[in-house]
């Protein structure tokens, strides 16, 4: 193909930009090349400089990136909603974590918790950080919590899988991308926080054209289906 569109990513959205990568380049006559890191890590490069054409991450970390002259302002474009799950190694017995008390017991009767880096990592590994202060059990889970290195090969499903963990907490769209382990649910009410993901324009944008069409196809009937697939509710 003659151009190619370079996506800086959330490795959340992994599996959904893999879904709609054949149509895109096909519809659109653009090669679709993605780098995919934690949302927060990724916000932190740009911000020092990381160049592309668009980046998909947290809609709070567009908006930053905007203020500070790294994102083209009003270019966001609002994708999708993730929540946080829970997972456990397949066959294991499931949690009952339909409650807040029954998810903190759970973390307490595991004896590891895998999970994404509250530094420099994603999203999810700093709003649990500070869930963890707030339900009291932040030094009861000290010496049991494992920080997956982030990216795809990172992602906490593989060590549930490889039997490292006892138990996942990570995006539900990053557990769902690993077959063979069991996801319990989202977390529950009082304990959940939600993530919108969307789509900014860089200000380095070398193809402003093909980014705007990547934003559309995100956000079009066609992919809402894809979303809800691959763990996401369409924004």
Known sequence: MPHAIRVLSSTAMKTTLEAIKPAFE???GFELTVTFAPSVRLSQEIANGLSGDAAIITAPQIDKLATSGRMVPGSRADIAVSQIGLAVRAGEPHPDIATVDGFRQALLSARSIGMSNPVGGGRSGEYLHGL????????????KLFYGPGGPEGLIGLYLKRGEVDIGLQQMPELMAVPGIDIVGPLPSGAQSETLFSLGVM????????????????RSDAARPILRANGFEPA
């Open 203 to 218: 200000t380095d944008c070398s193809q402003p054209d093909a980014a705007a069409r990547l934003a559309a196809t995100l």
């Open 132 to 143: 963890f202060e707030t339900l009291g059990i932040a030094e009861a889970l000290a010496g």
């Open 26 to 28: 096909r519809e659109s």
